[in-house]
Nanobody, 130 residues
Framework: QVQLVESGGGSVQSGGSLRLSCAASGLTQSSYYMAWFRQAPGKEREGVAAIDGDGRTNYAGSVKGRFTISLDNAQNTLYLQMNSLKPEDTAMYYC????????????????????????WGQGTQVTVSS
């Protein structure tokens, strides 16, 4: 059974940095798509960044150039380095995973659609103050 546990959230001022971690068990990261999503109060959960075992990445336009997603396959851990944080980045951040099998193995890039992922962590809160 896949388990995902996020950590690293916190409160920072605008312009600051945070690094989120997602410890994964029950899967081999290189055979999965892994992603970060976020959900602000009153808003839909949105994809932030995704990565696959080949190192292909995909970013939401709002974070491109500021956030970096990475995998440590030896530690089975997913990271999200967040720099130049803005108040609008305030949200609960979730780690997600889906196996890279069947039709999903044909994706040309990791996807950011919530419905594509079937394993989720409990989330870690990020708050950015102005």
């Amino acid at each position: 059974q896949v388990q995902l546990v996020e950590s690293g959230g916190g409160s920072v001022q605008s312009g600051g940095s945070l690094r989120l971690s997602c410890a994964a068990s029950g899967l081999t990261q290189s055979s999965y798509y892994m992603a970060w999503f976020r959900q602000a109060p009153g808003k839909e959960r949105e994809g932030v960044a995704a990565i696959d075992g080949d190192g292909r990445t995909n970013y939401a336009g709002s974070v491109k150039g500021r956030f970096t997603i990475s995998l440590d396959n030896a530690q089975n851990t997913l990271y999200l380095q967040m720099n130049s944080l803005k108040p609008e980045d305030t949200a609960m951040y979730y780690c997600a995973a889906v196996a890279r099998v069947g039709f999903r193995a044909m994706w040309k890039a990791p996807r950011l659609a919530r419905y594509e992922y079937n394993s989720w962590g409990q989330g870690t809160q990020v708050t950015v103050s102005s």
